[in-house]
C-alpha cells in the first residue's frame, strides 16, 4: 500500500482490490491466540500467593484497600461535615419513610444505622449514602399491608365494637419487612457473586425515570391520609391507587383541621428554605437542616400545647430507646414475597448503580457494579437481621454528601454515629411528633421525581421510542401498582428493543462521484446507483428474527422477485425439455424410417420413386450414390450428417457458451437465448430487465451470525445464481467471518473471493470482470 500527501482537504491512497483472500495475506491475518490454554488458566487460578491473596481480598472487601491510605489532611475535616450534614438529614428522612413502609418510624432509624456501616466496609462509591429511599419503602409497604392488613388484627374493644391490635399488626409487619429484606438481600449476592451486575443494563433511563416518578405518585397519594387526617379504605390489585384516591376525595369533608393545618405549615417553610437553600447554595457552607428544625419545632409545639389531646393530632408514639438483638427473619414468609423480593433487589441495585456511576464519572474513579451488588445485598440482608427494611441511595442526601466536602466513605460512618446516638438518647424525645409533619417531608424530597415530568418534551424531541417506555412505564406503574408495573415496564421496553432490531432501515446504497462511498439513495441526492450493480444494506445485525425480512426487503429494494424468477425459469426448463424430447422422438422416427429405405434399397427392392414418395425429395448426394451403386455405408454416413446440421434446434440447448453468456450479461432473457426460445416469455418478466448482473450485500452493520443467518445467506447465493446473478458481500468484520467458516458457510459454489473489505472493492472487482474499469475514479476527494 502506497499513501501521498495532498492537501488537508484531499487525501489518496494506491492499494489493490482486497478480497477476503488477499486480506489475510496483505494482514497477515494469524491463527494464534492471544489466551493461555484452559490448562494453564486453570492452574493460573488455582496458583495461591500472598499478592494474589491480598488483591482477592481486597476486591471483596474494598474498604481493606482504601483505608490504610486514608489521607486525615485532605480528608477528614471534608468528611466530617459531610457525615454531620447527611446524618441529620437521615433522621426526618428515615421516620418519615418508615410510614411508607408502614412502618414504626424507629424502624426507619433502624434502617439509617446497619446498612451504612455494612457499604463502608463492602461498597466501592465514594460519595452516594445509604439508607432509606421513598420508592423502596413504598414497594415494601405495599407487601406489609397486602399481606398483614388491619382487618386480620381486629379484636372486640371494651365497649362492644371492634377495634385494630396495633401492636400485633406492627410486629407482623415488621416480620414481613425483615424477610423481604433478606431475600432481596440472597438474590443481591447471587446476582454479584456470579458476576451478573449487567444485569441493570435493561433497564434503560427512561424506564427507570418512568418508574420512579409512577413510584413518587404512589408515595404522594399514600401521605394524604396524614396530611387530612383521614382513614380512607385499604385497597389492593391493579387501580388500587385510582380507588385511594377516590376514597379520599370522599372523605375531604371529614377533614381534621388542626392537622391540615400543621401540614401546611410546615410545607410551606420546608418549600421556603429549601428553595433559598438552592438559590444560595454556593455561599452557604452547609445547607440549612430545615428538616431536622422542623420536627423539633412541631414536636415541642405540639407537646407543650398539648395539641394530642385537645385536637387529636396523629403522633408518632413511643419510640424505644436502645438496640435490639438481631433475630431470624421468618423464613415461611418467602413463598408470599419472592416476587416481590426480586423487584426490590433490581429496582434498588438500579437506582444504587446509577448515582455511584454518575459521581464516579465526575470525580474520576470506577464502580464495581458487581461488586455494588455485593456490597447493597449484604447491606440488606445484614440489616433484615436487625429489623431494618431494604435500602438504597437516595438523590438528595448523596448531593449533600457530595456537595459538602464528603471525600470517601467515612462520611456514612459519621452520619451513622448520628443516628446512633438519636436511636440511643434522643429518639424518645420526638414521640409527641406529628405524622403529619413528617409526611410533609415526604412531600418536599419528592421534588426530584416530580421534575422527571420534564422527561416528556426533552424525549419528545429527541427519542420517541424512549418516550412511550416512559409513559407505558408510568401508566402501568400508576395502574397495576409497583411489581405488576415494573414487570409489564421490563416486557414493553424489550419489546421495543425486538421490534428496533425486527424493523429495521433497509437501503440501496448509491456511489458518490469522485469519492469511495456509497450512500442510500433516498436520503442522499448525489448518491446515484451503479448501472448493473445492486448495493444492499440493512441498518442493524441480521438474526432468526429478521432474517426473513431481510430477504423480503431485498427483494422489494432490488426490484427481483425470486419467487416468480424461478417458477418462470422452472417453466422454461420444463418447456425446453418438452421440447428436446419432442425433437428426440422425431429424430428417432426419422432415422428408423431413413434406416429402413437403405435396407430396402440395399436388397434393390426399393425403387427411386418409392423413396421420392416415402421420404420426400432426395437430396443430389443421395441421388446419385442410387444412381451410381456406390456403397450402402456410403449413403447412411451422408444422412447422418445432413440431420446433424440442420434439423437440431440449437435455441433449446444449454451449453457452455449459452452459460458463459449468461454470467456475463447477468440477463438470461436480454440475448443468451435466441429469438424463437424467447417468443412468448415478454409477460413473465425476467430477472434481469432492469439490467442488473450483481448485488452485493453491505454487511457491516452485523455483528453475528446464527444458524437461520447462515442458511439465509446461502439461499440467497443460490437462488440468485440460478437466475444468473452474482451474489458478493462486503465488509464483514473478522469475527462475522470466523463464525461464517465455523458454521460451514463457504464452499465451492461460495468461494471466500466473493468476500470484500469494503464495498468499494466489490465494485471495482465486479468493474473489472466485466471490463469497465474507467467507470469509477479511485481518488477521493472530502
Not at 411508607?100 to 446498612?115: E, H, M, W
Not at 458518490?512 to 440493512?538: H, N
Not at 417458477?567 to 428408423?592: F, M, N, S
Request: neutral net charge; aromatic residues 8%; proline residues 4%.
Amino acid at each position: 500500500m502506497e499513501e501521498r500527501d495532498y492537501p488537508s482537504r484531499d487525501y489518496f491512497v494506491q492499494r489493490e482490490v482486497l478480497d477476503e483472500f488477499r486480506l489475510d495475506e496483505v494482514a497477515q491475518k494469524g491463527t494464534w491466540s492471544t489466551k493461555p490454554p484452559f490448562g494453564e488458566r486453570v492452574k493460573e487460578s488455582l496458583r495461591c500467593s500472598v499478592p494474589r491473596l491480598k488483591h482477592t481480598v481486597q476486591s471483596w472487601v474494598p474498604v481493606l484497600g482504601w483505608l490504610p491510605h486514608y489521607s486525615i489532611r485532605e480528608n477528614a475535616i471534608g468528611d466530617l461535615i459531610s457525615g454531620c450534614s447527611v446524618g441529620i438529614m437521615h433522621l426526618p428522612q428515615g421516620m418519615a419513610y418508615a410510614l411508607l413502609a408502614s412502618l414504626r418510624p424507629v424502624f426507619g432509624l433502624y434502617t439509617s444505622l446497619y446498612p451504612v456501616l455494612i457499604y463502608f466496609i463492602f461498597g466501592t462509591s465514594r460519595h452516594i449514602s445509604i439508607g432509606t429511599f421513598a420508592v423502596i419503602s413504598i414497594m415494601i409497604g405495599s407487601v406489609t399491608e397486602r399481606i398483614a392488613p388491619d382487618s386480620n388484627f381486629i379484636v372486640n374493644g371494651t365497649n362492644g365494637t371492634d377495634i385494630v391490635d396495633i401492636d400485633d399488626r406492627d410486629a407482623f409487619r415488621v416480620q414481613i419487612a425483615c424477610s423481604l429484606t433478606v431475600l432481596a438481600g440472597i438474590f443481591q449476592i447471587l446476582l454479584g457473586v456470579v458476576r451478573f451486575g449487567f444485569v441493570v443494563t435493561y433497564l434503560s433511563e427512561p424506564l427507570v425515570r418512568g418508574y420512579t416518578t409512577g413510584s413518587a405518585c404512589h408515595v404522594c397519594v399514600s401521605q394524604l391520609k396524614y396530611l387530612f387526617g383521614v382513614t380512607p379504605l385499604r385497597f389492593t390489585g391493579p387501580l388500587s391507587l385510582i380507588y385511594t384516591l377516590v376514597d379520599i376525595c370522599r372523605l375531604l369533608p371529614q377533614t381534621k383541621v388542626p392537622e391540615l393545618v400543621v401540614s401546611l405549615v410546615a410545607l410551606s417553610v420546608l418549600i421556603v428554605v429549601k428553595e433559598l437553600n438552592a438559590c444560595y447554595r454556593q455561599k452557604l457552607p452547609l445547607p440549612i437542616p430545615i428538616e431536622l428544625i422542623v420536627i423539633i419545632a412541631a414536636t415541642i409545639i405540639t407537646h407543650y400545647c398539648g395539641l394530642t389531646s385537645k385536637y387529636s393530632i396523629d403522633v408518632v408514639g413511643e419510640i424505644p430507646s436502645g438496640l435490639k438483638a438481631p433475630r431470624a427473619p421468618d423464613t415461611t414468609l418467602f413463598s408470599q414475597v419472592i416476587g416481590d423480593a426480586f423487584a426490590v433487589a433490581i429496582v434498588g441495585y438500579a437506582i444504587n448503580i446509577s448515582l455511584g456511576k454518575t459521581f464516579a464519572l465526575k470525580h474520576g474513579y470506577k464502580v464495581d457494579s458487581n461488586q455494588e451488588l455485593v456490597a447493597l445485598g449484604l447491606s440488606n440482608t445484614v440489616g433484615g437481621f436487625f429489623q431494618c427494611y431494604s435500602v438504597t441511595s437516595s438523590l438528595s442526601r448523596s448531593l449533600v454528601q457530595e456537595s459538602t466536602g464528603g471525600k470517601t466513605q467515612v462520611a456514612g460512618v459519621i452520619s451513622s454515629v448520628i443516628v446512633l446516638i438519636t436511636v440511643l438518647k434522643i429518639g424518645a424525645l420526638f414521640e409527641d411528633l406529628p405524622k403529619a409533619v413528617l409526611s410533609t417531608i415526604v412531600f418536599v424530597n419528592l421534588k426530584g421525581m416530580f421534575k422527571q415530568f420534564m422527561d416528556i418534551p426533552e424525549l419528545w424531541r429527541t427519542n420517541k421510542v424512549d418516550l412511550l417506555v416512559w409513559l407505558v412505564t408510568f401508566t402501568s406503574t400508576i395502574l397495576l401498582n409497583l411489581d405488576l408495573g415494573l414487570a409489564v415496564s421490563i416486557g414493553f421496553s424489550m419489546l421495543t428493543f425486538i421490534f428496533r432490531t425486527q424493523l429495521p432501515r433497509y437501503a440501496i446504497l448509491g456511489h458518490v462521484s469522485g469519492t469511495d462511498l456509497y450512500l442510500d439513495t433516498e436520503s442522499y441526492r448525489e448518491a446515484k446507483e451503479i448501472p448493473g450493480i445492486k448495493i444492499f444494506r440493512s441498518s442493524t445485525t441480521i438474526y432468526y428474527t429478521n432474517a426473513e425480512m431481510y430477504l423480503e426487503a431485498l427483494q422489494e429494494k432490488s426490484g427481483i422477485e425470486i419467487g416468480k424468477l424461478l417458477t418462470a425459469k422452472k417453466k422454461r426448463d420444463a418447456e425446453l425439455k418438452r421440447k428436446q424430447e419432442k425433437q428426440k422422438k422425431k429424430e428417432k422416427k426419422e432415422a428408423k424410417k431413413q434406416k429402413k429405405a437403405v435396407s430396402h434399397l440395399s436388397n434393390g427392392t426399393l425403387s427411386l420413386k418409392e423413396l421420392e414418395m416415402n421420404e420426400g425429395k432426395v437430396s443430389p448426394g443421395l441421388s446419385g450414390q442410387i444412381q451410381g451403386n456406390g456403397p450402402a455405408l456410403s449413403l447412411t454416413e451422408t444422412s447422418t450428417n445432413s440431420l446433424s446440421k440442420g434439423q437440431v434446434n440449437w435455441a433449446y440447448q444449454h451449453d457452455k457458451t449459452m452459460l458463459d453468456s449468461d454470467s456475463d450479461t447477468g440477463c438470461p432473457g436480454d440475448g443468451s437465448i435466441n429469438q424463437e426460445s424467447r417468443h412468448g416469455d415478454d409477460k413473465i418478466g425476467w430477472a434481469c430487465g432492469s439490467g442488473t448482473h450483481s448485488i452485493i450485500l453491505d454487511i457491516s452493520t452485523t455483528s453475528f451470525v446464527d444458524t437461520v443467518t447462515v442458511n439465509t445467506l446461502k439461499n440467497i447465493f443460490r437462488d440468485f445464481e440460478e437466475i444468473d446473478l452474482d451474489i458478493y458481500l462486503a465488509g464483514c468484520q473478522a469475527c462475522v467471518v470466523e463464525q461464517l467458516e465455523t458454521a460451514g458457510f463457504f464452499s465451492e459454489s461460495i468461494p471466500k473471493s466473493r468476500l470484500f473489505v469494503t464495498v468499494h472493492d466489490a465494485v471495482l472487482h465486479i468493474l473489472k470482470k466485466r471490463g469497465q474499469t474507467d467507470f469509477i475514479l479511485v481518488r477521493s476527494s472530502i
